[in-house]
């Protein structure tokens, strides 16, 4: 029940094309819903985050989806760049809890062709 | 740079033996979490710190052990290392200890066991 399950593994797009990454939960507590952000050699950083109220939150090219029904969400880059080219980690939590402790998915390695 | 520090950025160590990997969170951040990543597990949460006390637990080894001292640094301590325990290990610091705040990732250590 704590797994977060992540799809593809890894994924290649042209350049100006649409990323999309997939994440589906078990644990209907999780109510918090990051995604992070990994380049090679460095931490992962947070880039956007949806909590189940909304069904979509978009900053800049970036869209979350989410599906509570389904217990799923999903990563949507616009106008993919190579500098997007990174692994991208679908995370959940449970929001205003006495812990920040993520659940990550396994991550998605991102590759953007010029 | 996230602010979040972590020491040493590389370690090479033979099975049996014990290391340290230390971290010194931002600036004003009284939370500490330590998290593995591996290929074959992607990124599991160990072990969190908040203000000095042991806040939440993961799946952490009880060969691991992790402390947060007055300072608010953090040390984790792997010992009787096995081959297994090659990772990348990352802390990442937040102002509380709750999901309302940010968790911010260092750019980790590399345990290499051999």
């Known amino acids: 029940q704590q797994q977060v399950k992540q799809s593809p593994q890894s994924l290649i797009v042209q350049k100006g094309g649409i990323s999309i990454i997939n994440c589906a939960y078990e644990n209907t507590a999780f109510d918090y819903f990051p995604w992070y952000q990994q380049f090679p050699g460095k931490g992962p950083a947070l880039l956007i985050a949806i909590r189940p109220d909304v069904s979509e939150k978009k900053e800049g090219r970036f869209t979350i989806s989410f599906n509570k029904s389904a217990k799923q969400f999903s990563l949507h880059i616009m106008d993919s760049q190579p500098g997007d080219s990174a692994t991208y980690f679908c995370a959940a939590s449970k929001y205003g809890g006495a812990t920040n402790k993520l659940i990550f998915g396994t991550g998605t390695l991102l590759a953007v062709q010029p | 740079d996230s602010g979040v520090t972590q020491t040493p950025k590389h370690l090479i160590t033979a099975t049996g033996q014990r290391v340290t990997l230390r971290c010194s969170p931002r600036?004003?951040?009284?939370?500490v979490y330590w998290y593995q990543q591996s290929l074959d597990q992607g990124l599991q949460f160990l072990i969190q710190y908040y203000n000095g006390e042991e806040r939440a637990k993961g799946n952490i080894l009880e060969r691991f052990s992790a402390q947060q001292f007055p300072d608010l640094h953090s040390e984790l301590n792997l010992s009787s290392l096995e081959l297994g325990d090659s990772a990348l290990y990352f802390c990442?610091?937040?102002?509380?200890?709750?999901?309302?705040?940010?968790?911010?990732f260092g750019q980790g250590t590399r345990l290499t066991v051999v």
């Open positions: 990442a610091s937040s102002v509380g200890g709750g999901s309302l705040t940010e968790a911010f």
């Open positions: 600036s004003g951040d009284l939370s």
